[in-house]
């Protein structure tokens, strides 16, 4: 017996006009990362549970939402939840680390095991970048330009890109741990993630979406209180080659990311957009000390961002940006009988070897049925066939915008539609 069953839920189907916006979207990225320098790289959509499940990962997106399985051969396979570890872990296989820089991009869909709402899917789409190679402040400042170029010129306006450091990883143990002993006399006022965080992974409680207005937590101690002085110059560079750069940004000394593999520079672009609702961060990203270590290659360090595709697109909405063209055909050919679907086919065939699009009706209908499609698609030219174009080898043509007739063989049609010169 066949059960049909609905798509799983947090997930949904791309079709019409949605594909359309998607696929353009796609484009318009990849041509900004390509001036940028960044090339692709698709790596797979399932990948050995070790590369995200690192003794260092303590996230809830790690730990709580990602989908693990077992294959035939009793491997243990997870569906990537994030672009950057398969890319680091496809940079240290394939030894990438040979070049002093690597600059790569990546579309493609990811899964999280999260509560579905506005803006958040089980499966969904990411543009994520990710530049390997030496720790650089011009190479951070970069990155956070190159998001900003994605968002200017795709026209959004309402868009804030939020900056912080959180000091280099070697240092963040003493500051976990001033951030615990704060957070310890407060644990009764915690949510109950928090209270969990407290000693896992305290930066977490600052940007918690349930504490992070209490007192205390606004209260709390900042990365950047701890910073060390090179940590604070790193900092000041990264500032600096941003003012330069002329990218607009706002420190938030609160930010802080949902993996553990960030150290340094870290942000967030947000979406001030009236309508939008709480899923407002359009990208994030941050540098990584010790990532492409821990997944067996070299001491690099990286700096990469991820968007999300749905929300840039809901964004593009609601600003009324819209990047594809309306769909439309450059003729639908109206027939009446059979002998004249013999001369339609023939038109049909020597039109589309033109290049032009071009569409007839498939089920014999009614003169005005057929209208009413060819106006439904948006086509430019009616082309008319019936017995006595049948006999003269010359075509009735109607431009639909100007309604303007006229009678024409089919190398004047050609030539007409082509050069734009109808009336
Ligand atoms: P993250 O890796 O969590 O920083 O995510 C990067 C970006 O991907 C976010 O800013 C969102 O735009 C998007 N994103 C993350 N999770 C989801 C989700 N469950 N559904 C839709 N978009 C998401």
């Known amino acids: 017996m ?8 947090g997930t949904y189907d791309l079709f019409n006009e949605e594909i359309k916006e998607f696929t353009k979207l796609e484009e318009h990225l990849k041509k900004v990362l390509n001036k940028y320098g960044f090339t692709e790289i698709r790596t797979p959509i399932f990948e050995h549970s070790s590369v995200f499940h690192r003794d260092s990962e303590l996230s809830d997106m790690v730990t709580k939402e990602t989908y693990n399985f077992q294959d035939k051969g009793n491997r243990l396979l997870t ?23 690597t600059k790569l991009y990546y579309i493609g869909p990811f899964f999280r095991y999260e509560r579905p709402q506005k803006g958040r899917f089980r499966q969904f789409y990411q543009m994520g970048m990710e530049a ?21 010129s ?10 912080n450091t959180l000091g280099k990883s070697s240092s963040q143990p ?12 407060h644990i009764e006022e915690l949510c109950g993630d928090c209270k969990r965080r407290i000693t896992e992974n305290p930066l977490r409680i600052l940007d918690c979406k349930v504490d992070q207005q209490k007192e205390f937590v606004i209260e709390a101690p900042t990365p950047i209180d701890y910073l060390d002085q090179d ?59 010790n990532l492409v270590k821990e997944l067996g290659g070299p ?52 039109l589309r070897n033109e290049d032009f699009k ?29 017995d006595q174009e049948l006999e003269s080898n010359i075509l009735t043509v109607k431009e639909t915008k100007t309604e303007v007739q006229k009678e024409m063989t089919i190398d004047e049609f050609i030539r007409k539609a082509k050069e734009n010169d109808y009336t």
Do not use: C, W
């Open 2 to 9: 066949i059960f049909l069953e609905n798509r799983p839920k």
């Open 79 to 101: 569906l990537r939840p994030e672009g950057t570890a398969g890319v680091i872990r496809a940079y240290v296989e394939n030894k990438m680390y040979l070049k002093p820089l």
């Open 132 to 152: 390997i190679g030496e720790q650089s402040a011009l190479l951070d400042a970069e990155i956070v330009s190159v998001s900003y170029e994605v968002i200017k």
């Open 154 to 163: 795709l026209g959004l306006k309402n868009v804030t890109i939020n900056l």
């Open 174 to 185: 003493q500051y976990k741990e001033i951030l615990t002993n704060y957070f310890t006399p």
């Open 231 to 289: 940590d604070l110059a790193f900092y000041n560079e990264v500032k600096n080659n941003l003012r330069m750069m002329n990218v607009p940004f706002v420190e938030n000394k609160r930010l802080v990311r949902g993996l553990d593999y960030y150290g340094q520079t870290v942000f967030e672009i947000v979406a001030d957009i009236k309508g939008f609702g709480s899923q407002n961060v359009l990208g994030g990203g941050g540098h990584y000390e």
């Open 299 to 350: 001491d690099k360090s990286g700096i990469g961002v991820a968007f999300g595709l749905e929300r840039l697109l809901e964004a593009l909405r609601l600003e009324g940006i819209k990047l594809s063209e309306d769909d439309y055909l450059d003729a639908y050919i109206i027939t009446f009988g059979e002998a004249e679907q013999t001369k339609a086919l023939e038109v049909l065939t020597t």
């Open 358 to 386: 071009v569409s007839i009706d498939y089920y014999k209908r009614s003169f005005k049925a057929q209208l009413r499609e060819a106006l439904s698609l948006n086509a430019k030219y009616l082309i008319i066939i019936g």
